[in-house]
């Protein structure tokens, strides 16, 4: 799951490193995201999966997101 979120978080930020993403990076903090990034992240990630999100989710970690979609799929 983590090497698909990479490569999701790839398409929103595509100047990030991301073989330096781990479940422990955080989203904000460490890789910058503001409000623009996780909408365009959400996105991402509904047409990758083929769900919406239907509730807000509050993601702080990588492994956060993570969780969240092992537990989606």
Known sequence: MLEKLKE???KVLPDVD???VTEET???DDLGFDS???MMLSMEIE???GF???EFVRFETV???CGYLESRI
């Open 18 to 20: 991301m073989a330096t």
């Open 63 to 65: 492994g956060d997101v």
């Open 47 to 49: 047409d990758a999966f």
């Open 26 to 28: 955080k989203l904000v």
């Open 36 to 38: 623009l990034a996780m």
């Open 52 to 54: 919406k999100f239907t």
């Open 8 to 10: 999701l978080l790839g």
